[in-house]
């Protein structure tokens, strides 16, 4: 029964690890379609800048040699994910993108959100 969790678990890590790097090309897509006007540019920056961290801090999360690193690269992840969601708000508030063309970009950060805050919840529930 536990190798089959194990695989399990490390089939969820994996999906992760695919989503949001999927998540990250998304986010260079949008960056690539933006306008080139100079706030366009200034707010794109930044979203690719945390929408492209937070796989990358996944990844390092994976690689943790302790709980306590572990928790603490998820907690980047997070923050990364928090960030972005607050650029893409801006783009969309701004008129540079059309609500209708981040609907589904936005949602994919929220659902994110959720997963990374469960992870960060039970993980820290370990080191209790």
Known sequence: MKKAEGAGMKD??????????????????LF???PRSE?????????LRSGTSVGANYREACRARSNAEFIAKIGDSLKELDETSYWLELLEDAGIV????????RD?????????????????????
């Open 32 to 34: 690539s379609a933006l």
């Open 98 to 105: 059309p609500a209708p063309k981040l609907a589904s970009l």
């Open 108 to 128: 994919e950060c929220e659902q994110q959100l959720a997963i990374f805050t469960t992870i960060a919840k039970k993980s820290k529930g370990r080191d209790s």
């Open 12 to 29: 969820e890590k994996q999906d992760l690890r695919e989503r949001t790097k999927a998540f990250a090309l998304r986010i260079i897509s």
């Open 39 to 47: 706030v366009a540019l200034v707010l794109g920056r930044q979203v």
